[in-house]
């Protein structure tokens, strides 16, 4: 295993946290030690490597309790992140039906990506055209437009098709420079595209007059694909070739563009599904992360509540409301709900380690080191759960056994500067031997 740990040039600060680490640990850590003098005066003009201290896999003398005792040991910061309800599998998701993100949230994803999309229409207009065209063919329009940007790289074009043809999804198109299909307008553009979805998902005629140049082609070369191809990933290697990705590709597009964030955008889509379905707590799930990325702590915990009451064995409604419990300073709670999730969720390594650092905060060590042990079976690569433990051990005034959990979590990752940084403290704790008088 390589003994180096990478000093990147954006990391001044963690360079800086280094030297102050080395120097708090001069006077009594291993001769191994890196200078503090050497890491401060490197210039950080380009990615530096910093030989990495081996400290070994026991500690070398008695460690100073007292001195131990006082130091800021670190640990890695506990996963925040919410979750929604588990997606539908990709291969379920299938190419006729409602929308789920709303034109706004669209528009807003279109603009995020790329803010001058070039088009014959304003995006808005664009997005509309979608969701009436598809509307009216019974075509999931929010991912339809998933599939146009993904043709045309969010409006940017650079391929075969220009933008002056207002053709979205390469209709026509063959390689080798051929330009493919063009449509006087953009409406006339999105309303072929979603006819020639048509033409793959249903054996039903458009409700408009066919302007598909390629329709009546699979309607009649094609009956193993006419009304065969229900499903997205089922466009894979069909309507792009080799395209063994393809729907899936259209489908990860689509759960960012629906994802929830603190805009108005999403607030709005919340607010939509919590009325057109009370009773579904994903609904709730949804509006209580747009509430938390817009600051609304409490409003978040009163959805996330609301989730979990509808859904009391979903491992999203409890997680998240954990979460937000935890955020919100109540802490006796909050480990109430992470033990419902030790019990119905043992293996969900994000809740393990959560409440390993609430019952360190809680002065539960012992309970910490089973919580992060759960975490690291769970994810056996877990330097951060290693470490925890290795943490608790130092409160429990364990420092020989911390030490050499420190040793192991470094084997898992070398470079993970809390290890680093623990090793650091706990050798400037090691006991050293006066030096002896010389004989005159």
């Not at 420079?177 to 595209?193: I, Y």
């Not at 259209?250 to 919340?270: F, Q």
């Not at 330097?383 to 084997?411: C, F, K, M």
Request: charged residues 20%; proline residues 8%.
């Amino acid at each position: 295993m390589p003994s180096i740990f990478p000093c990147h040039p954006r990391r001044t600060l963690t360079a800086c946290l280094l030297a102050c680490l080395v120097t708090s640990a001069a006077a009594a850590a291993p001769s191994a030690l890196p200078a503090a003098d050497e890491i401060a005066q490197r210039p950080i003009t380009g990615p530096v490597t910093i030989t990495r201290p081996d400290f070994g896999s026991e500690p070398p003398a008695p460690i100073d309790k007292k001195r131990a005792a006082a130091l800021p040991f670190r640990l890695a910061p506990a996963a925040t992140l919410p979750l929604l309800p588990d997606e539908a599998a990709p291969e379920s998701v299938t190419i006729e039906g409602p929308a789920e993100a709303t034109p706004e949230q669209m528009a807003a994803f279109i603009r995020r990506r790329n803010p001058q999309p070039k088009l014959n229409c304003t995006v808005e207009e664009l997005v509309n055209y979608y969701y009436e065209e598809a509307g009216r063919e019974g075509i999931r329009p929010d991912i339809a437009l998933c599939q146009a940007l993904k043709e045309t790289g969010f409006f940017a074009y650079g391929g075969d098709v220009i933008p002056s043809q207002n053709n979205f999804c390469g209709l026509g198109t063959t390689g080798g420079g051929v330009r493919g299909a063009k449509f006087a307008t953009p409406e006339l553009g999105v309303r072929a595209h979603i006819q020639h979805l048509l033409a793959y998902a249903s054996r039903e005629l458009p409700a408009t007059p066919v302007i598909d140049p390629r329709y009546e082609l699979i309607v009649r070369e094609h009956p193993d694909i006419h009304g065969q191809i229900t499903r997205w990933t089922q466009l894979n290697g069909v309507w792009a070739v080799p395209g063994k990705t393809y729907g899936q590709d259209i489908l990860r597009l689509w759960a960012a563009a629906k994802a929830p964030d603190g805009s108005d955008a999403s607030l709005a889509a919340a607010m939509a599904k919590v009325k057109n379905a009370p009773d579904d707590a994903s609904a709730y799930l949804y509006r209580g992360i747009v509430y938390e990325k817009r600051g609304d702590l409490a409003a978040a915990q009163s959805d996330f509540t609301a989730a979990h009451t509808l859904a009391p064995h979903e491992l999203a409604a409890l997680y998240d409301l954990a979460l937000s419990t935890t955020a919100s300073g109540d802490r006796k709670r909050a480990l109430a709900l992470y033990d419902a999730l030790r019990e119905e969720f043992p293996d969900f390594a994000p809740a393990a380690y959560n409440r390993g650092l609430l019952a360190l905060a809680m002065n539960r060590p012992k309970d910490a080191i089973d919580d992060f042990r759960r975490a690291l079976n769970a994810n056996p690569q877990s330097a951060a759960a290693e470490n925890g433990i290795a943490v608790a051990r130092i409160a429990l005034r364990d420092y020989d056994a911390a030490w050499r959990t420190l040793h192991r979590a470094a084997q898992i990752n070398n470079a993970d500067f809390d290890v680093l940084a623990n090793q650091i403290l706990l050798a400037a704790c090691v006991r050293q031997e006066p030096a002896k008088a010389k004989k005159k």
